[in-house]
């Protein structure tokens, strides 16, 4: 399976994350790709079985949660009936930024097999069994 995860990060927790589902994934036997939005490789992308796409949580503590950077994520080629799994990095509070961001991906031609916001501070343990979840329920489905 190749596995390409694209991450968008302002502080280094998203960059930690993505590179943390990516270990998942390789452990797991996929062939996989951990790029910045900045630096995304088509021929990757295009070959991509799975693509995991993260950015952060943006807003204020109580309310207003959104995802964070949304402009660079959509300079994201259009991702037509690709799986994609969705993921955020978050400090308190995600709200409903997942969901917010779910949105944002299938209006871009995603097919969102997953969608979740990660704890900074719990990324170590979090991003792996994210990424474990959606390698499990994707071969399941395939």
């Known amino acids: 399976m190749n596995v390409v995860v694209?991450?968008?990060?302002?502080?280094?927790?998203?960059?930690?994350?993505?590179?943390?589902?990516?270990?998942?994934?390789?452990?797991a036997g996929a062939t996989v790709a951990v790029r910045?939005?900045?630096?995304?490789?088509?021929k990757e992308l295009a070959e991509a079985d799975l693509v995991f796409v993260g950015t952060w949580v943006d807003g204020l503590i109580l309310f207003g949660h959104r995802p964070?950077?949304?402009?660079?994520v959509r300079q994201i080629p259009k991702l037509w009936d690709k799986?994609?799994?969705?993921?955020m990095t978050h400090a308190v509070n995600p709200g409903n930024a997942a969901d917010k961001f779910s949105a944002l991906?299938?209006?871009?031609?995603?097919?969102?097999?997953?969608?979740r916001s990660l704890n900074r501070r719990r990324l170590e343990d979090e991003a792996p069994a994210f990424a474990t979840e959606v390698l499990a329920s994707v071969s399941v489905s395939a």
């Not at 694209?6 to 270990?23: D, K, P, V, W």
């Not at 910045?36 to 088509?42: A, E, F, L, Q, R």
């Not at 991906?105 to 969608?115: M, P």
Request: net charge positive.
């Open 68 to 72: 964070g950077d949304t402009g660079k």
């Open 6 to 27: 694209i991450h968008q990060s302002r502080t280094g927790n998203t960059r930690r994350a993505a590179e943390l589902i990516g270990g998942a994934a390789a452990l």
């Open 105 to 115: 991906l299938e209006g871009h031609g995603a097919k969102v097999v997953a969608a």
């Open 83 to 87: 799986k994609v799994a969705a993921f």
């Open 36 to 42: 910045p939005v900045t630096n995304i490789d088509y």
